[in-house]
Nanobody, 117 residues
């Protein structure tokens, strides 16, 4: 089992920045791919970014160049730095963990991000 707790969401103006944090506990953190997803009102949950313990990352095209995922394996933390935020980034953001060879089985409770125009 992996327990995930997000923090750092809030209200920001377009063009601003936020950093989301996710604290993980339980299963060995380094054996999981860590990811961020988001769900906007009336839309399905979508992938945002993923980070491997070795440093590789992957981003959705919509956030590439603006968002950065990072992880601190020693502290069991994963972060999402969001820059140049747009109103279209408004959503509830979820931290997720995927054990290597598995699926996105573990989810946090979500943290809301609102970007005003």
């Amino acid at each position: 089992q992996v327990q995930l707790v997000e923090s750092g969401g809030g209200l920001v103006q377009a063009g601003g920045s936020l950093r989301l944090s996710c604290a993980a506990s339980g299963r060995t953190f380094s054996n999981c791919v860590m990811g961020w997803f988001r769900q906007a009102p009336g839309k399905e949950r979508e992938f945002v970014a993923a980070g491997w313990s070795g440093g590789n990352t992957h981003y959705a095209d919509s956030v590439k160049g603006r968002f950065t995922i990072s992880r601190d394996n020693a502290k069991n933390m994963v972060y999402l730095q969001m820059n140049s935020l747009e109103p279209e980034d408004t959503a509830v953001y979820y931290c997720a963990a995927q054990p290597y060879g598995g699926r996105w089985d573990y989810w946090g409770q979500g943290t809301p991000v609102t970007v005003s125009s």
